[in-house]
């Protein structure tokens, strides 16, 4: 399978604790985006990344988020002392460089803090 | 602020009927807008895209429509099928160096055999 892929895709937390999610796009994309979706909501941007550097961030990204991309390949989303309001999907996608073109999205990863 | 919006949250159709799926966007200035179709539990798929200085544009069994005088976009599925029922979801990109997707609320298809 060459798509976007996304590790865990369950993550099951008390509130208080620090999650890490993984993000690997598709090989050859050096575009990769971060997106939270809450239920019966389309996705919203949080960040996003053109190789190794991270180029915009979303106000929804609080302090408690970081994200990393540190050799342009891979991607982890860090939340730290994790809410209740956290819990959603967290997506991710990648796209190529250049022209505009769509965005691969991944299979995301379901967190439900407790 | 900005934003994109579905008129429609629900649309149920009969197998083999044609389906339309509207969406209005408010940003002048978004140049790029795609289509999704997300299945429950899994992320959004890609169906179809359009540029800006496009009106028109078809796929297998899909054809996406851009009404920039009035700052609408539709996505007409032709011969529905079970497997089409799912949410869709329109989304717009900024102008120029703007990357990230701005997605609306999305439009519950149903497709009764």
């Known amino acids: 399978d060459t798509g976007v892929s996304q590790d865990p895709r369950h993550k099951i937390t008390k509130r208080g604790q620090n999650v890490t999610f993984r993000c690997d796009p598709i090989s050859e994309h050096n575009r990769l985006y971060w997106y939270r979706q809450t239920l019966g909501q389309g996705p919203e941007f949080l960040t996003y990344f053109q190789n190794e550097a991270q180029l915009e961030k979303s106000r929804l990204l609080s302090d408690r988020f970081s994200a990393e991309r540190p050799k342009g390949s891979f991607s982890t989303l860090e939340i730290q002392r994790t809410e209740q309001g956290d819990s959603a999907m967290y997506l991710c996608a990648s796209s190529l460089q250049g022209a505009d073109g769509p965005q691969y999205f991944g299979p995301g990863t379901r967190l439900l803090v407790l | 602020g900005e934003s994109v919006g579905l008129h429609l949250p629900t649309l149920s159709v009969q197998e083999g009927d044609n389906s339309i799926i509207n969406c209005a966007y408010s940003?002048?200035?978004?140049?790029?807008f795609i289509w999704y179709k997300q299945e429950s539990g899994k992320g959004p798929q890609f169906i179809i895209d359009?540029?800006?200085?496009?009106d028109k544009r078809q796929g297998q069994r899909v054809t996406v429509l851009l009404n920039k005088t009035v700052k609408h976009l539709s996505l007409q599925i032709a011969a529905t099928q079970p497997g089409d029922s799912a949410v869709y979801f329109c989304a717009e990109k900024g102008g120029g160096s703007n990357y990230k997707l701005t997605f609306g609320k999305g439009t519950l298809l149903t497709v009764n055999p």
């Open positions: 359009i540029r800006s200085n496009m």
């Open positions: 940003n002048s200035a978004s140049d790029y």
